[in-house]
């Protein structure tokens, strides 16, 4: 899996391209890690190139939601598919992060 990280002033936009799944999962939460622990808690996940997402791609996400929200951050989905978002609605997590259909528009939400 291939992720590209954009940092702007007031939010970072990490996309991954490619499966989200336990073998890439990790590689996902250790970019998102780095993000938090160097100050950036304002997150936009864009999904355009993403293909399938797994558990623990779901795990990843929610693990990170709690981490940013505890540091007063936020973060969002940009771009999901429509069978991420049925896979996400599925589990529940559609109701704790707001999706964005553009990246412009998860990135201005902030």
């Known amino acids: 899996m291939e992720i590209t990280v954009t940092e702007y002033k007031r939010v970072a936009v990490v996309q991954p391209k490619g499966r989200v799944d336990s073998?890439?999962?990790?590689?996902?939460?250790a970019a998102l890690g780095r993000l938090t622990h160097a100050g950036k808690h304002n997150l936009v996940l864009d999904f355009s190139q993403v293909e399938y997402l797994s558990s623990?791609?779901?795990?990843?996400?929610?693990?990170t939601l709690k981490a940013v929200r505890q540091s007063g951050g936020d973060l969002c989905l940009a771009c999901p598919s429509p069978r991420i978002v049925e896979a996400l609605h599925l589990v529940g997590v559609d109701a704790l992060l707001t999706?964005?259909?553009?990246?412009?528009?998860?990135?201005?939400?902030?």
């Open 23 to 29: 073998a890439t999962a990790p590689e996902l939460e």
């Open 99 to 110: 999706m964005y259909d553009s990246r412009e528009a998860a990135v201005g939400s902030f």
């Open 56 to 63: 623990a791609g779901l795990r990843v996400m929610v693990a």
